[in-house]
């Protein structure tokens, strides 16, 4: 294959499939490295006819992240038939997860010669013209330099991929969003649920959230019929697993998607080595893995066995992969085997983020990545290895042992620690040694479960000689492997009731019938604890007493929200158990309490280990570094924690924007100056005032901030003795908040306002939007800041106009001031445009009369479905005027969200802020370059 053979053909649209086959070999080759598997050509035919398969049954190993590669390709070759973004939900947020890291590789790929006509065919779908060098698929992973950013969600037009969790993306699809903020809500609800091929790996280990996706895109193919066509892009699902709890057809009659007849049946005498990739695929499917059960008489000593197989391999120089179920028996045999001077990691979920995402560059760790998984220039350790685990290593990881130990748990926990071992089929005397009990609890269907597992088990064993490949576990008869599984939880039935409380974001405090999304997203099982978050801000031993009110909570997180690195996650009975021995040290300590919605309740950790344990539920616990409680990533309490800079408790700002960890996205200084000059490509989020009642006094002029690394650096501000000023930067690259939409340098109204009709007009372009819909989206765009040009809003950003003899243009945006919210008094200035645009004579002679008004009023997330009193203009209206607007504000959003449903009338609103945000990406971009 030439390197000029992409420049060279026409992508053009052709019935011809062996052109089509060809065509895709050839891109799917240089943008993944590795040529196509029968299965994976199979799918783009189907997608490239818009014809989605809604289950993917594929034995793991085989490459099922590479459909996202399938879809990129097929989107370029036929876009009005795909969706622009595609969401790949996974079980949890994993080590490495396979995805991120294949996204990536996709992303920088685009940028070479030889796939220049597909960079081009998806840059034509942009709405914003993209830099040099810039890809134009945009990407949100779960950790690296891409992670949890707004990149994905900027241009709507523009292909997307974003990974994220169950929690993570269920909980923004139904108009939630932990951590996100209020006004972000509906936002992510709508880009989630519109344009978009929503994949869940492993479906099977989530039954709740796949019916609720069901659900969910039911109710949006009804919403697509009510708004008349104008929803054309609609939500679609695919469940993707290697072991589905269903082997039959879905509700809709379509057959499961499967590997080909072709790679179901390989010749008797496989080749060795492989060549083509049809033979390495055999390759995996029958990677030997022999199978050995173990019995054990009492469960008690599960620990001890399990130790004493594992040091029978202490002599065999191999990595060796070791399973457990229990948090706890991680921790002790990962113990015991150290005391016997192995090399031993520990692998379990509840590791706080910032320690997990380091783990692939540990070099025992290394051991068990393939080459192309290992961070550059790790030195992986030589000799015997260990890896133990609790399910955090089953799914989405892209490990492989040598050899197996684990414990018993149910059939498609199994299969998922099976798929660990010997993966790509290069050791040809892999055991997998299961060590499990004599007897079960007849009365608990899990145990029953665990029963029907090892009954399985041994028939591998005595049937098919001890084979556990793949091929051979795809032979056991689906039905009996389905009894296995684990219990499906209660599954909630979601409503027309709940789901339209959900969708009320701006209402903010306790709602009746709108109850917490977790159940809902997990469903309710026995067996399944409550959890609990926990991170570290320095923030919550700083901003006490009076100064809550001034710098309330809920603000402080919005402008600096908890990110995925700063948290670990935990069993609610653990967390509270050392939180009780924290809180009993440290009792007047302040604690912020989290809940679901993003409320804050201030409390003091003596009075909060009165309660009882199931405050705590489902919540984010931010605890002050000077209390401790952190060792190695694991929450602690024993009191022997380090608090060496080796061991860091607060790293929000350890949030980078490239791999080498060189460019922040956000960093806090402490300083003695009320004003600073921001670092470089960074622009000022707020200043937090900690002696707002003392007298200001200026410093030596000699006295040096040292605005270098060393002040960028989290520990070294927290070494410092605290200053009077806490100066929160973002940067201007890769800022994720409300504030970053505003520009470097001062903008004027009317030079914002047609830069914002102009992309709003380009998105209706680019997504081909009906005329009237163009029109309506046009004039909204043309209204929706006009509430700024108030006094109160000009002096708040810091343009005083009301000086003798001056006459200051009206600004959009202030030029890196920082807006004094408490001059603003409560005003929005959307709702001053709202009142503003219905006195318009062309918008009240407009038949989308409705819509204008409502994206005008929405576009910073407020109007669903009100606005506090304190938002009203009274500096141009009457108290009528605004109580009058302010009703049919209401009313209004019942309308329209009848007319074109939850998530289609989130997704308009979201093209308005989206122009919105490309206007100021633009001026951010510009902003930069001359930096």
């Given at each position: 294959m030439s390197e000029e053979s992409l420049l060279d053909r026409t992508w053009q649209q052709t019935e011809n499939v062996a052109f089509l086959e060809e065509r895709f070999a050839e891109v799917f080759s240089f943008l993944t490295g590795h040529e196509p598997f029968p299965w994976q050509a199979s799918l783009y035919q189907r997608l490239v006819q818009g014809d989605i398969p809604a289950r993917c049954n594929i034995p793991t190993?085989?490459?099922?992240?590479?459909?996202?590669?399938?879809?990129?390709?097929?989107?370029?070759?036929?876009?009005?038939?795909?969706?622009?973004?595609?969401?790949?939900?996974?079980?949890?947020?994993?080590?490495?997860?396979?995805?991120?890291?294949?996204?990536?590789?996709?992303?920088?790929?685009?940028?070479?010669?030889?796939?220049?006509?597909?960079?081009?065919?998806?840059?034509?779908?942009?709405?914003?013209?993209?830099?040099?060098?810039?890809?134009?698929?945009?990407?949100?992973?779960?950790?690296?330099?891409?992670?949890?950013?707004?990149?994905?969600?900027?241009?709507?037009?523009?292909?997307a991929v974003v990974v994220g969790t169950v929690d993570m993306i269920g909980s923004r699809l139904l108009f939630g969003g932990y951590l996100i903020g209020f006004r972000r809500r509906p936002f992510h609800a709508g880009l989630l649920g519109q344009d978009v091929l929503?994949?869940?790996?492993?479906?099977?280990?989530?039954?709740?959230?796949?019916?609720?996706?069901?659900?969910?895109?039911?109710?949006?193919?009804?919403?697509?019929?009510?708004?008349?066509?104008?929803?054309?892009?609609?939500?679609?699902?695919?469940?993707?697993?290697?072991?589905?709890?269903?082997?039959?057809?879905?509700?809709?009659?379509?057959?499961?998607?499967?590997?080909?007849?072709?790679?179901?049946?390989?010749?008797?005498?496989?080749?060795?080595?492989?060549?083509?990739?049809?033979?390495?695929?055999w390759r995996r499917l029958y990677a030997p893995k022999r199978l050995r059960l173990v019995q054990l008489e009492d469960e008690k000593e599960l620990v001890k066995r399990m130790v004493e197989l594992a040091?029978?391999?202490?002599?065999?120089?191999?990595?060796?992969?070791?399973?457990?179920?229990?948090?706890?028996?991680?921790?002790?045999?990962?113990?015991?085997?150290?005391?016997?001077?192995?090399?031993?990691?520990?692998?379990?979920?509840?590791?706080?983020?910032?320690?997990r995402d380091r783990l692939p560059g540990d070099p025992v760790f290394a051991r068990f990545l393939p080459a192309s998984s290992r961070p550059e220039g790790v030195q992986i350790a030589e000799g015997t290895v260990y890896l133990v685990c609790t399910s955090a290593g089953e799914v989405g990881v892209n490990l492989s042992g040598d050899h197996l130990i684990c414990d018993l748990t149910?059939?498609?926990?199994?299969?998922?620690?099976?798929?660990?071992?010997?993966?790509?089929?290069?050791?040809?005397?892999?055991?997998?040694?299961?060590?499990?009990?004599?007897?079960?609890?007849?009365?608990?269907?899990?145990?029953?479960?665990r029963q029907k597992t090892l009954h399985l088990l041994k028939r591998l064993e005595e049937q098919q000689e001890g084979d556990a490949s793949p091929a051979s576990l795809a032979r056991l008869d689906p039905v009996v492997c389905a009894d296995a599984f684990a219990p499906a939880p209660t599954i909630l039935p979601i409503t027309d009731i709940l789901l339209d409380a959900w969708s009320l974001t701006s209402i903010r405090e306790d709602l009746p019938g709108r109850p917490e999304l977790e159940p809902y997203l997990h469903g309710v099982a026995a067996w399944e604890p409550p959890e609990t978050y926990v991170a570290w801000r320095e923030e919550v031993e700083v901003i006490t007493g009076w100064l809550l009110d001034i710098y309330p909570p809920e603000d402080l997180l919005d402008d600096y929200p908890l990110k995925p690195h700063e948290l670990l996650r935990d069993q609610s009975d653990r967390v509270w158990k050392h939180l009780k021995a924290i809180g009993e040290r440290h009792p007047d300590s302040p604690v912020?309490?989290?809940?679901?919605?993003?409320?804050?309740?201030?409390?003091?950790?003596?009075?909060?280990?009165?309660?009882?344990?199931?405050?705590?539920?489902?919540?984010?616990?931010?605890?002050?570094?000077?209390?401790?409680?952190?060792?190695?990533?694991?929450?602690?309490?024993?009191?022997?924690?380090?608090?060496?800079?080796?061991?860091?408790?607060?790293?929000?700002?350890?949030?980078?924007?490239?791999?080498?960890?060189?460019?922040?996205r956000r960093c806090r200084i402490w300083s003695e100056q009320s004003q600073l000059d921001p670092p470089p490509g960074m622009r000022l989020i707020q200043t937090i005032d900690t002696q707002p009642d003392a007298?200001?006094?200026?410093?030596?002029?000699?006295?040096?901030?040292?605005?270098?690394?060393?002040?960028?650096?989290?520990?070294?501000?927290?070494?410092?003795?605290?200053?009077?000023?806490?100066?929160?930067?973002?940067?201007?690259?890769?800022?994720?908040?409300e504030g970053s939409l505003s520009a470097p340098q001062p903008v004027g109204l009317?030079?914002?306002?047609?830069?914002?009709?102009?992309?709003?007009?380009?998105?209706?372009?680019?997504?081909?939007?009906?005329?009237?819909?163009?029109?309506?989206?046009?004039?909204?765009?043309?209204?929706?800041?006009?509430?700024?040009?108030?006094?109160?809003?000009?002096?708040?950003?810091?343009?005083?106009?009301?000086?003798?003899?001056?006459?200051?243009?009206?600004?959009?945006?202030?030029?890196?001031?920082?807006?004094?919210?408490?001059?603003?008094?409560?005003?929005?200035?959307?709702?001053?445009?709202?009142?503003?645009?219905?006195?318009?004579?062309?918008?009240?002679?407009?038949?989308?009369?409705?819509?204008?008004?409502?994206?005008?009023?929405?576009?910073?997330?407020?109007?669903?479905?009100?606005?506090?009193?304190?938002?009203?203009?009274?500096?141009?209206?009457?108290?009528?005027?605004?109580?009058?607007?302010?009703?049919?504000?209401?009313?209004?959003?019942?309308?329209?969200?009848?007319?074109?449903?939850?998530?289609?009338?989130?997704?308009?609103?979201s093209l308005l802020r989206c122009a919105d945000v490309l206007v100021s990406q633009i001026q951010k971009d510009s902003e930069h370059e001359h930096s």
């Open positions: 190993g085989l490459g099922k992240t590479a459909a996202v590669a399938v879809w990129l390709i097929a989107l370029a070759h036929a876009p009005e038939k795909l969706p622009r973004r595609l969401v790949y939900v996974v079980n949890r947020r994993t080590v490495v997860d396979q995805t991120t890291q294949e996204v990536e590789q996709y992303r920088k790929k685009l940028l070479e010669p030889e796939l220049a006509q597909l960079r081009e065919h998806l840059q034509a779908l942009c709405a914003l013209p993209l830099s040099d060098g810039e890809p134009p698929l945009a990407i949100s992973t779960l950790r690296g330099q891409f992670a949890d950013n707004r990149q994905w969600s900027a241009d709507p037009a523009r292909p929503l994949v869940h790996d492993e479906a099977h280990l989530e039954p709740a959230f796949q019916q609720l996706l069901e659900q969910i895109e039911r109710e949006i193919q009804k919403e697509q019929q009510r708004s008349g066509g104008v929803l054309v892009r609609p939500f679609r699902l695919m469940a993707l697993s290697a072991t589905l709890r269903t082997n039959a057809a879905d509700k809709e009659g379509e057959p499961v998607f499967r590997l080909t007849d072709q790679e179901r049946n390989p010749p008797p005498q496989l080749p060795d080595p492989p060549q083509r990739p049809l033979e390495h695929l040091l029978e391999f202490k002599d065999s120089g191999r990595a060796i992969l070791i399973f457990a179920r229990g948090v706890e028996d991680v921790e002790k045999i990962a113990a015991a085997l150290a005391k016997k001077k192995q090399q031993v990691v520990p692998l379990t979920g509840t590791l706080r983020g910032y320690e149910t059939w498609e926990s199994m299969v998922q620690r099976f798929g660990r071992v010997n993966r790509f089929g290069q050791s040809k005397d892999t055991q997998i040694i299961v060590v499990h009990p004599t007897e079960f609890e007849q009365k608990d269907s899990y145990e029953q479960a912020w309490l989290i809940d679901p919605t993003d409320r804050v309740r201030v409390s003091k950790l003596g009075q909060l280990i009165q309660e009882d344990k199931s405050v705590i539920h489902y919540r984010t616990v931010l605890l002050p570094p000077s209390v401790g409680g952190l060792e190695n990533g694991l929450l602690k309490s024993d009191g022997k924690e380090s608090l060496s800079p080796t061991q860091p408790m607060d790293v929000a700002d350890e949030w980078f924007a490239d791999k080498e960890k060189t460019k922040r007298e200001e006094f200026e410093p030596e002029e000699s006295e040096s901030l040292g605005l270098g690394e060393e002040a960028l650096s989290t520990e070294a501000n927290q070494q410092q003795k605290r200053a009077r000023y806490w100066h929160w930067y973002e940067s201007l690259e890769a800022g994720d908040t009317d030079e914002h306002t047609e830069q914002v009709v102009h992309f709003a007009q380009a998105i209706a372009q680019r997504l081909q939007l009906p005329d009237w819909l163009r029109s309506a989206l046009s004039l909204a765009a043309k209204w929706h800041d006009r509430g700024k040009d108030r006094a109160i809003w000009q002096r708040a950003i810091g343009n005083w106009q009301d000086q003798p003899g001056t006459q200051s243009p009206v600004l959009a945006k202030a030029g890196g001031k920082n807006l004094n919210w408490r001059l603003l008094s409560g005003y929005r200035h959307e709702f001053g445009s709202l009142l503003e645009a219905e006195q318009d004579e062309q918008i009240q002679k407009h038949p989308e009369r409705d819509l204008i008004l409502h994206l005008i009023a929405a576009h910073h997330g407020r109007a669903r479905p009100h606005f506090d009193p304190e938002s009203f203009d009274t500096e141009r209206f009457t108290t009528e005027q605004n109580l009058t607007a302010a009703q049919q504000v209401m009313r209004r959003f019942g309308r329209l969200q009848q007319r074109f449903g939850r998530w289609g009338l989130a997704w308009l609103e």
